[in-house]
């Protein structure tokens, strides 16, 4: 179908003179019997499937839901995790073996794992927190840019 020419020359004498109305044409609708005898297409859909967002469809980072198998992620060394540590390991072989029914006592630990258990408390905290902090904020506005939350946690 050809587009409309216009009716009249806009140029720099005439751009602000007023247009003439014009006049609103009614709408016709076709008679039933003009409709039976027309073939209506559908359009067809290209996907069965629900159109989603391509953008994002990798990514399910909230969609999270812990399973009653897993276990939390944590920075925690000493914790058993798919085999465990070799160091847990050699511990609990120690005192597996037993010596007239008694289990042999490991030797206590000193100052350096203390600061360490003290330091991976502290670090546990802090993650905590920073999460807590980080899901709120990002429950309020998802929208929210995380990036300064990120670096104050490098600095600290």
Not at 11 to 28: F, K, L
Not at 83 to 102: A, H, I, P, R, Y
Request: with cysteine; charged share 30%.
């Amino acid at each position: 179908m050809a587009k409309r020419r216009a009716d009249k020359e806009l140029t720099d004498r005439n751009w602000d003179d007023a247009d003439e109305p014009e006049e609103a044409g009614e709408i016709q609708l076709a008679t039933e019997e003009s409709l039976k005898g027309r073939q209506i297409l559908k359009g067809k859909r290209r996907g069965a499937a629900p159109v989603q967002n391509k953008e994002f469809s990798g990514f399910s980072g909230f969609s999270f839901k812990p399973t009653a198998a897993s276990t939390p992620f944590s920075f925690n060394v000493r914790s058993v995790t798919n085999g465990g540590c070799e160091k847990d390991e050699k511990q609990t072989e120690k005192t597996k073996e037993s010596e007239n029914g008694q289990a042999k006592t490991l030797p206590a630990s000193n100052g350096a794992e203390k600061k360490k258990g003290s330091y991976l408390s502290s670090l546990k905290n802090l993650n905590e927190s920073v999460l807590s902090w980080i899901k709120s904020h990002v429950d309020k506005n998802p929208f929210c840019i995380l990036t300064p939350v990120f670096k104050d946690y490098e600095n600290i």
